[in-house]
């Protein structure tokens, strides 16, 4: 999606349009479950948006299920085997990817191989960061026409079967601005991110979070 039309749009309006599309993607009594990924960095409130657009699909009477990347994490030992506050190590070794297809991606792909393709069994989380353990949550089934919402940094990129990507783009300098100081040392993993990847150019939907009051927005082709 390449030099995207941005116009001004409320949260509540972003919402609504999001969630019909969203519920366009499969019919509710059908065998897919659309998995929609909500890219950006935690300063720009992909979690936010991730929990409106449950409410609205839930309104709509489809199945939400929100997956935060954040309980994704791989162990203390890996995360950190370069330090507390390396970048490369947060951009491409944090995130327990493999996991993510594993237990979240795959089982929502009817035509899935290795047994787990089309079963709509998930783990909603995986590891508590804070204990540095499994968080040993019980699966979850989605049932036909469930959504999956999953939300967090460095998602496009990484060849995920999606179905629906939006990102939340910040500039560097709001970026900057709305990153808490400690989480500084982060900054050129995202801005990596952006010269790899391109995420606003990669994304169906970019969002400009700029302004948490007044984003804008423009939609590619999905």
Do not use: N
């Amino acid at each position: 999606m390449a030099r995207v039309r941005l116009e001004p749009i409320t949260w509540d309006r972003l919402t609504d349009t999001l969630a019909d599309r969203i519920a366009a993607l499969a019919p509710a009594d059908g065998g897919a479950w659309p998995r929609i990924g909500i890219d950006g960095a935690p300063a720009a409130g992909t979690g936010d948006l991730a929990r409106r657009l449950a409410e609205a699909l839930r309104v709509r009477g489809r199945s939400p299920q929100v997956v935060d990347t954040e309980d994704f994490l791989r162990p203390a030992s890996l995360r950190f085997e370069y330090g507390h506050r390396d970048p490369e190590s947060y951009y491409d070794g944090w995130f327990d990817t493999g996991a993510l297809w594993r237990e979240v991606l795959g089982p929502l792909d009817p035509g899935g191989t290795g047994g787990t393709g089309g079963t709509g069994r998930i783990l909603p989380d995986l590891w508590d960061a804070a204990a540095d353990r499994a968080t040993r949550s019980p699966y979850v089934r989605l049932p036909p026409g469930g959504v999956l919402l999953l939300h967090g940094p460095f998602l496009l990129g990484q060849w995920f079967p999606l179905d629906l990507t939006v990102h939340l783009a910040l500039t560097p300098g709001s970026l900057r601005r709305r990153t808490p100081p400690d989480e500084h040392w982060t900054l050129p993993a995202f801005a990596r991110y952006a010269e790899e990847v391109a995420p606003q150019a990669a994304a169906d939907v970019l969002v400009r979070a700029d302004d948490p009051r007044r984003p804008a927005w423009g939609a590619g082709g999905a």
